[in-house]
């Protein structure tokens, strides 16, 4: 005769053992399995408070082939930082960057006095990201940040970005038709959704985020670089204690030091 407490013990194994189960969205490497892991991953999502419309527009992403290529071809990277400024188009981003800090300065200023990051770094990424704004991408965000979750190369990285892609969508601040680049980053200097939710700024006061806009975009950036311990009137060249907060936002060195050198080329020093 099995004991009561036994019996008990058994049981809560067994509902551990399938909760474990309901949690186990397995990675691929194709697109073969990528509709039956949307269907584990949305049993997962809805545990973990997701709300009907992210779940719903969830379930209506695709495998994105074009995602996965992006992500294996990120050639550049790995270019000489001389090679590098000339295929992104350094010189023409510092050229340009010096006319926009004149003809913003109020917002930079003002971004400055909130953050206490100067135009240079900001202008740098804003042009090596969209060239200021003019082209932000047309691949569908939640599809490309799915593919990414559901890829066996970087799995848990993306699983964050998807459940914050999914808790934008409840809020409304993300839709399930919003477009933006090939690795699901959005807005005039390309913010992955987590980054969104944790460094979002209103930079226009309208009482709103949005990254399609200028102010918006700009204030976040430099909201996000203080969150990476950007430290007001220090330097942020290489060796030098803000350049720390610029590695923070592209693992990619040459990216860093283009955007420093870009940064310094528009800020006169």
């Given at each position: 005769?099995i004991s009561?407490?036994?019996?008990m013990?058994?049981?809560t194994?067994?509902?551990?053992?399938?909760?474990g189960a309901?949690?186990?969205?397995?990675?691929?490497?194709?697109?073969k399995?990528?509709?039956s892991?949307?269907k584990e991953?949305?049993?997962?999502?809805?545990a973990?408070?997701?709300?009907?419309?992210?779940?719903?527009?969830?379930?209506?992403?695709?495998?994105?082939?074009?995602?996965?290529?992006?992500?294996?071809?990120?050639?550049?990277?790995?270019l000489s930082l001389?090679?590098?400024?000339?295929k992104?188009?350094?010189?023409?981003?510092?050229?340009r960057?010096?006319?926009?800090?004149?003809?913003?300065?109020?917002?930079?200023?003002?971004?400055?006095?909130?953050?206490?990051?100067?135009?240079?770094?900001?202008?740098?990424?804003w042009?090596?990201?969209?060239?200021?704004?003019?082209?932000?991408g047309?691949?569908?965000?939640?599809?490309?940040?799915a593919?990414?979750?559901?890829d066996?190369?970087?799995?848990?990285?993306f699983?964050?970005?998807?459940?914050?892609a999914?808790k934008?969508i409840?809020r409304?601040?993300?839709?399930?038709?919003?477009?933006?680049?090939?690795?699901?980053?959005v807005?005039?200097?390309?913010?992955l959704?987590?980054?969104?939710?944790?460094?979002?700024?209103d930079?226009?006061?309208?009482?709103?985020?949005?990254?399609?806009?200028k102010?918006?975009?700009?204030?976040?950036t430099?909201?996000?670089l203080?969150?990476h311990?950007w430290?007001?009137?220090?330097?942020?060249?290489?060796?030098?204690p803000?350049f720390g907060?610029i590695q923070?936002w592209?693992?990619?060195?040459?990216?860093q030091?283009?955007?420093?050198?870009?940064?310094?080329?528009i800020d006169?020093g």
């Open positions: 005769m009561f407490k036994f019996g013990l058994v049981a194994y067994a509902v551990l053992t399938m909760a309901a949690q186990a969205a397995q990675c691929g490497k194709s697109a399995g990528f509709e892991w949307k991953f949305a049993l997962e999502a809805k973990n408070g997701v709300k009907a419309k992210g779940i719903a527009a969830l379930m209506r992403t695709s495998y994105s082939a074009a995602t996965i290529q992006a992500d294996r071809s990120q050639k550049s990277f790995k001389a090679a590098f400024m000339q992104r188009g350094g010189p023409t981003i510092a050229a960057g010096k006319s926009l800090k004149r003809s913003n300065a109020a917002l930079f200023k003002s971004i400055e006095r909130k953050y206490g990051v100067p135009p240079g770094p900001l202008l740098a990424i042009g090596m990201e969209t060239g200021f704004g003019g082209f932000t047309n691949q569908n965000t939640l599809s490309a940040v593919t990414l979750a559901y066996c190369r970087r799995p848990d990285y699983t964050d970005h998807l459940y914050a999914l934008l409840d409304g601040t993300l839709s399930a038709g919003t477009k933006g680049a090939m690795h699901g980053e807005g005039q200097t390309q913010f959704p987590k980054n969104i939710l944790l460094y979002g700024a930079g226009d006061g309208n009482g709103g985020v949005n990254l399609n806009g102010a918006d975009a700009l204030a976040s430099a909201k996000f203080k969150g311990g430290v007001a009137g220090a330097g942020y060249q290489p060796g030098e803000n907060a923070g592209n693992a990619a060195s040459v990216y030091r283009a955007i420093a050198l870009i940064g310094k080329q006169g």
